[in-house]
């Protein structure tokens, strides 16, 4: 192995990645897949999970992942969840709390209940789901390799940017606290915590926006590096920060947004 492949392995870690069937987490299990791990890929739609993880072993890659059902919208689903990731390993070195849910519109009649509804999958699940898998981490982590909690951001939370998502840009600014949180709080048990912020990607979620080329040209002219992110763009950052490279790097929260976190527009003197 050379050196660059031995950094940036994570060949033989066993990873569960939520809401993983589409968007941006597919892109993270892909890579895990790719570059050697065991990836369980979990959300509602279990059929979904069990195609794409066919697909997965299908591309001859040296790692492997196995698809089903599982929910983080209350209690009782996470504890399910919980039970089939044990009945499945006894260490977990990569958690990535990807699965979430939005909700949009207008100011005058964004409902009382897209609150709850959207915290609920987007913070308190990270949380909860996070804390029930703490032995699980524990149990896969060391000191030259701590195990790795990755969760899912926005670049909607480091901006004050809403676009009708009231309750998700706010959420994904909670979920960026978190992230902070429990990286001072994990890191004495060799566990580290960070958040990816993306930009805009290609998923279910923003089908709305980037479901044609067209669409896509047009979002991607609003970002400064003129393009919307890719595949790579979120393997590379999973990879990093859950092989060798990226171990003594916690609360990190990453920007995968083309520039837009440091988009302003502001001018003092210049005409």
Known sequence: MSYLDELFSVAGKTALVTGAATGIGRMAATALVK??????????KGEDCVGVAGELNGLGASGRAEGFAADVSSEAAIAALVAEVRARTERLHILVNNAGISWGAPLES????????????NVTAVFHLTRELLPLLEAAASDADPARVINLGSVMGTQPLAEDAY?????????????????????????????????????????????????????????????????????GATLYLCSRAGSYVTGAILPIDGGQSVQHGLTLFKE
């Open 35 to 44: 570059a050697g791990a065991t990836v369980m890929i979990a959300s509602r």
């Open 110 to 121: 964004f409902p009382y209940h897209a609150w709850a509804k959207v915290f609920g999958v």
């Open 167 to 235: 309750s998700y840009s706010a959420s994904k600014a909670a979920v960026h606290h978190l992230t902070r949180i429990l990286a001072s709080e994990f890191a004495a048990r060799r566990i580290t915590v960070n958040a990816f912020a993306p930009g805009p990607f290609r998923s279910r979620m923003t089908a709305f926006a980037t479901g044609t080329e067209d669409q896509v040209r047009h979002v991607g002219n609003h970002v400064p590096i003129g393009r919307i992110g890719a595949p790579d763009d979120i393997a």
